[in-house]
C-alpha cells in the first residue's frame, strides 16, 4: 500500500537533487534545471497532502499555478542567461559574480 | 523769543557755510560771518535798548526752562537768562566780534586759510554768545569749553609754525587745569542743592542748603575756572603765548571777550561767595595785578606788553570783585573790552605794516618794539587810536578806564585800608599796578610810535584801509566816557542798571554777629560800618591818588623813553647784563621756566614711574596669563588630539574593520547564497527542534 511517506520521501530526494543541482551545477541551464526540480518535489508535496486530507481539490489548484509559473520563471531565467551569454560569453555561474561586496 | 535764539545760532550757521563750502564762495566767504554777526549784533543792540529803557535794575527775560534730563529725583533744565548783565555782554561780544570780523577781512588777506579763519570766528562767538545767553552753571560749563576749544583752534591756526602750535597746546592744557576745579564746583553745588540753575543755586544758597566751609569751597572751586580762563595767577602763563595766534584774535579772544568770561563767572557766582572765599579771590587778583604790569615793563613784543597787561588788567577785574566792588569789576569788563581790543587791533595795524616793511626779511621780528620806531607821521589814524586806549588804559580822566578803574581802586581801598587794615597789601598792589600801567604803556608808545625809525625800510610804512581802520575808531570812540556816564566821574546808567547781589554768607554773617553780641552794641556799630559801604568813603582818596598815580607813570616813561628810543634800548640791553630784576622781569619772573622744573618735571618723573609700573606690573600680569593660556591651550590640544580624537578615530577604525571582514560574505555567487540559505534554513530548523 503506498501511503503519503512514500511521496513525502520522493518529494524530498527530488528536492534533494534540486538543490544539490543548483549549489553545484557550473553551468546557468543545470542550475535552472535544478529549480524546476525544487518546484515540482514542492509540487508532488501538494498534491499529496491534497489526497490525503480532507481540502479537496485545493492542492491539485495549487500545484497547477506552480506549473504556470515554473514555465513563466523558465522563460524570464532563460531569457536572462541568454542576455548573459550575449555579454560575457559564459553561462558559468562561477564568473558572474559582479555582485560581489 | 527766537531772537535770542537767532542771536545764538546765526554764528553757528556761519561757521557751517564757512567750513563746507567757505573756499568755493566768492572773497572766500568772509561776508557771510560778517552778516551773521552782523546781524546778530543788530538783534542783541534791540535787546539792550529794550533793556535801557525798561531802565530796571531787575529787568529779566526768560526762555525756558526746558527740562532736558529728567533723572525723576532731579530735572536738569536748560534755558536762557537774559537780564542787564547779559544784554550788556551781548552787546561787548556782539560788537567787538563784529569789528574784528571787519578788521580781518584786511589783516587776514591772501592767509592760504582765509575761509577757514572765519569759520574759527563764527565759532567762537557762537560759543561766547552762548556762554552769556544760557541761564544754568552745567550749559555755562558747556560753552565755557567750547570757547576753550574755539581758542585752541584759533592760537594754533598757523599750526605748521611750532610756536603757535605749542601755544595753542599750553593754553589748552592750562586752561584743563583751572576747569577741573570748576567742574567739581559746579558738582558740589548740584549735590547739595540739586540744579544747576543760578536762580535756584542762589535760591538754595540763601536758605541755607549749603553753608559754610563747603560753600567756601564751592566758590573757590568755581573761581578755579576763572583763574584758568582769565589768566589769572599762577594759570596766567598760557595768555602770552596765545599771542601766537593772528592779532585779531587776539584781540576778541584774549583781550576783550573769552578771557573776560572767568570775570563775567565769577560775577554769575557772586551771590554765593563767602568772606573767606572773597579774600582769597581779592589776593589772586591782585597778585595778578601786580604780576602782570612787573612782567610787561620789561617785554619787547609788542604783542607780549598787551598781553601782561591785560593779565594785569583781568587781575584788577577779579580784585574788584573779590573786594566787594561788584558792579566796578564787571564795569572794568566792559570798559576795557573796548579800549583793550582797540589795543590790540592797533598793534595789529603795526605789525601787518612791519610784514609791510621788511617783507621777505625773517631775520628781523616784525613784533619787537625795538625793530619800529616813528610810526607817528606814518600811520596817523593807528597812533591817535592807539594813544586814546592808552590814556584809558592808564585810567586818565575823560576816559571809561577812568571810571571803571577808579571805582575798582576805590573798592580796594576801602576794603584793604578803611575796611580791615590787615589786608592793606591788596590796595598796596593795585595801586603799584596802576602806576606801572601807564609807565610800560606809554613806554610802548614812545619806542613805537616817536623817535628815529629804527630801519630804512620802515619808509614804506603807510596807514591801512579802512577795513582795519575803522573798528580802531570806533573802539577808540567807545573808550570815552560818554557812552557810559553823562559826568566824567560819576556813575552812569551802568550803576543803576546792575545792582550789586546780596551774598548769602554775609547775610548770615551779620545774622551770626547780632546773635552772638546782641542786637546792640559792639556788633550792631560793626555792621552799621560795614554796611555803610566803605567803597564810597574811599571814592575821593582814591580817584586823587590814582590820578597821581597814573600821571606819574606818564611823566616817567616821558622823561625816560621819550624821542629817546636808541639811547634807551641800548640801556636796557645793558640793564639785563647787569640788573638780575630786569632779567627776571624779562624772563617773566620765571614762571615757565619754575613750572617747568617743577610739575613738568615730576610729572615726567611720573612718567618714568608708570612708564616701569606698566612694563613690568601691568605687561608682567598680562604676560603672565598669556602663558598660562598657552600652557592651558598645550594641555587642551593635547586631550583633544589624543582622547577624543583618538576615540573619534577608533569608532571610525572597528566600523571599516568590521565592514572589511562582512563584506566577505557578499561573494556575489549565486550558489554561496543558496548554500548560505539551506544552512540558514537547517539551523532554524534544527534550533525549532531543540527548543
Known sequence: MIGLEHYLIISAMLFSLGILAVSTRRNAISVLMGVELILNAGNINLVAFSKFSDIGLNGQVFALFVIILAAAEAAVALAIVLNIYRNHQTVTVDRMDSLSG | MTIFLLILLL?????????????????????????????????????????????????????????????TSHKITVGILVDNITSIMLMVVTVVSLLVHLYST????????????????????????????????????????????????????????????????????????????FFVGIMILFWKIGSFEYSSVYAGVMTGQIDGWLLTAAGLCLFCGAIGKSAQFPLH?????????????????????????????????????????????????????????????????????????????????????????????????????????????????????????????????????????GLKKKMPITFWTFLVATVALSGFPLTSGFLSKDAILAGALGF????????????????????????????????????????????????????MTIPLIVLASLSLWFFYSPSPIGEGWFYDLVKKPEQAAVVDHHAAMDAVHGSDGVASA??????????????????????????????????????????MMAYEADLMERSWLFRALHNKWYFDEMYSATFLKAVMTLRLVFAWFDT???????????????????????????????????????????????????TGRLQTYVVLLLVGIVVLMVARMIV
Not at chain 2, 41 to 49: G, Q, V
Not at chain 2, 531 to 538: K, V, W
Request: charge should be negative; proline fraction near 5%; glycine fraction near 8%.
Open chain 2, 237 to 373: 602763563i598760557w595768555l602770552p603765548d596765545a599771542m601766537e595766534g593772528p592779532t585779531p584774535v587776539s584781540a576778541l579772544i584774549h583781550a576783550a571777550t573769552m578771557v573776560a568770561a572767568g570775570v563775567y563767572l565769577v560775577v554769575r557766582m557772586f551771590p554765593i561767595l563767602t568772606p573767606d572765599a572773597m579774600v582769597v579771590i581779592s589776593y589772586i587778583g591782585a597778585i595778578t595785578a601786580i604780576l602782570g604790569s612787573t612782567i610787561a615793563v620789561a617785554q619787547y613784543d609788542i604783542k607780549r606788553v598787551l598781553a601782561y597787561s591785560t593779565i594785569s588788567q583781568l587781575g584788577y577785574m577779579i580784585m574788584g570783585l573779590g573786594v566787594g566792588a561788584y558792579v566796578a569789576g564787571f564795569f572794568h569788563l566792559v570798559t576795557h573790552a573796548a579800549f583793550k581790543a582797540c589795543l590790540f587791533l592797533g598793534s595789529g595795524s603795526v605789525i601787518h605794516q612791519m610784514h609791510h616793511a621788511y617783507g621777505d626779511d625773517h631775520h628781523v621780528d616784525p613784533q619787537d618794539m625795538r625793530n619800529m620806531g
Open chain 2, 11 to 71: 554764528p553757528l550757521l556761519g561757521f557751517a557755510i564757512q567750513v563746507f563750502f567757505g573756499r568755493k564762495l566768492p572773497r572766500g566767504g568772509d561776508w557771510v560771518p560778517l552778516t551773521c554777526i552782523g546781524v546778530a549784533f543788530l538783534l542783541s543792540l534791540r535787546i539792550f535798548i529794550q533793556a535801557l529803557t525798561a531802565y530796571d535794575p531787575n529787568f529779566e527775560i526768560r526762555f525756558g526752562p526746558f527740562v532736558w534730563l529728567d533723572l
Open chain 2, 106 to 181: 584786511e589783516y587776514m588777506h591772501g592767509d592760504p586759510k582765509y575761509s577757514r579763519f572765519f569759520g574759527f570766528l563764527g565759532i567762537f562767538s557762537f560759543s561766547m554768545l552762548g556762554l552769556v545767553l544760557v541761564d544754568n552753571f552745567l550749559l555755562l560749563y558747556v560753552f565755557w569749553e567750547l570757547v576753550g576749544l574755539s581758542s585752541y583752534l584759533l592760537i594754533g591756526f598757523w599750526f605748521e609754525r611750532d610756536a603757535p602750535a605749542n601755544a595753542s597746546k599750553k593754553a589748552f592744557l592750562v586752561n584743563r587745569i583751572g576747569d577741573l576745579g
Open chain 2, 526 to 567: 560793626e555792621a552799621a560800618e560795614e554796611h555803610h559801604d566803605p567803597a564810597h568813603q574811599a571814592h575821593y582818596p582814591a580817584m586823587a591818588l590814582s590820578i597821581i598815580l597814573a600821571c606819574s607813570g606818564t611823566f616817567f616813561a616821558y622823561k625816560k623813553y621819550f624821542n629817546k628810543r636808541e639811547e
Open chain 2, 616 to 666: 613690568w606690573i601691568v605687561d608682567g600680569i598680562v604676560n603672565l596669563s598669556a602663558y598660562f593660556t598657552r600652557a592651558l591651550a598645550w594641555l587642551n590640544a593635547l586631550f583633544d588630539s589624543k582622547i577624543v580624537d583618538g576615540l573619534v578615530n577608533l569608532v571610525a577604525d572597528t566600523i571599516i574593520e568590521a565592514g572589511g571582514q562582512l563584506r566577505r560574505v557578499q
Open chain 2, 416 to 467: 584793604g585800608f578803611y575796611g580791615d587794615p590787615k589786608h592793606i597789601l591788596i590796595p598796596i598792589m593795585g595801586f603799584s599796578a596802576a602806576l606801572l600801567t601807564a609807565f610800560y604803556m606809554f613806554r610802548l608808545i614812545f619806542v613805537t610810535f616817536y623817535g628815529k625809525p629804527s630801519d630804512d625800510r620802515l619808509d614804506r610804512v603807510h596807514e591801512n584801509p579802512k577795513a
